[in-house]
């Protein structure tokens, strides 16, 4: 949008990390009920617990990761992968962070594009009017800000954050 540190990182922060916890939510249950449980309960040992619990992140990472990536860093490895459920975890976190990176960036910049031709427009429009000692910043900030509100920004992006995977 332009602001430098509005809304503050902190806030930031905080909703990212209450949206992985709400995407997030089913797949720790799963983990909790069937390797963290029966673990605290000394039924099974910690090694066993550790597969238990990879399973449901490995199906996870799996349903978000793009084949290309995966297939990078399969190569990059051992070059073998005989099924989705026979990836290694060594390889399917890294694919996982660069595929949900590259989604970042396209959220990110079809985000910045309305924001830009706002401000492309009220420079255009100083211009020509023939005010070139106004900052164009000065004029469009308070105009993304009404268009954010309007079309109801922060609903439009978590909701479609939420959506994407798909839970």
Same mark, same amino acid.
């Given at each position: 949008?332009?602001?430098?540190?509005?809304?503050?990182?902190?806030?930031?922060?905080?909703?990212?990390?209450?949206?992985?916890?709400?995407?997030?939510?089913?797949?720790? @249950?799963?983990?909790n009920?069937?390797?963290?449980?029966?673990?605290?309960?000394?039924?099974?040992?910690?090694?066993?617990?550790?597969?238990?619990?990879?399973?449901?992140?490995?199906?996870?990472?799996?349903k978000?990761?793009?084949?290309?990536?995966?297939?990078?860093?399969v190569?990059? @490895?051992?070059?073998?992968?005989?099924?989705?459920?026979?990836?290694?975890?060594?390889?399917?976190?890294?694919?996982?962070?660069?595929?949900?990176?590259?989604?970042?960036?396209?959220?990110?910049?079809?985000?910045?594009?309305?924001?830009?031709?706002?401000?492309?427009?009220?420079?255009?429009?100083?211009?020509?009017?023939?005010?070139?000692?106004?900052?164009?910043?000065?004029?469009?900030?308070?105009?993304?800000?009404?268009?954010?509100?309007?079309?109801?920004?922060?609903?439009?992006?978590?909701?479609?954050?939420?959506?994407?995977?798909?839970?």
């Amino acid at each position: 949008m332009g602001t430098q540190q509005t809304p503050p990182t902190q806030i930031l922060i905080g909703l990212g990390l209450f949206l992985t916890l709400f995407v997030m939510g089913p797949t720790w @249950g799963e983990i909790n009920q069937n390797a963290r449980q029966p673990y605290l309960n000394e039924e099974i040992s910690q090694v066993d617990a550790l597969k238990l619990a990879e399973a449901p992140l490995k199906s996870f990472m799996l349903k978000q990761t793009r084949e290309k990536d995966l297939s990078l860093f399969v190569n990059l @490895g051992d070059g073998q992968r005989l099924s989705d459920g026979e990836v290694e975890i060594q390889s399917l976190i890294p694919a996982f962070i660069i595929s949900e990176l590259k989604t970042a960036f396209q959220i990110g910049f079809l985000i910045y594009i309305p924001f830009l031709i706002l401000d492309m427009v009220v420079a255009s429009i100083l211009l020509s009017m023939g005010m070139m000692m106004l900052p164009p910043v000065l004029i469009s900030l308070p105009f993304k800000l009404m268009l954010f509100v309007m079309v109801d920004g922060w609903y439009l992006i978590v909701g479609s954050l939420i959506r994407s995977f798909g839970s």
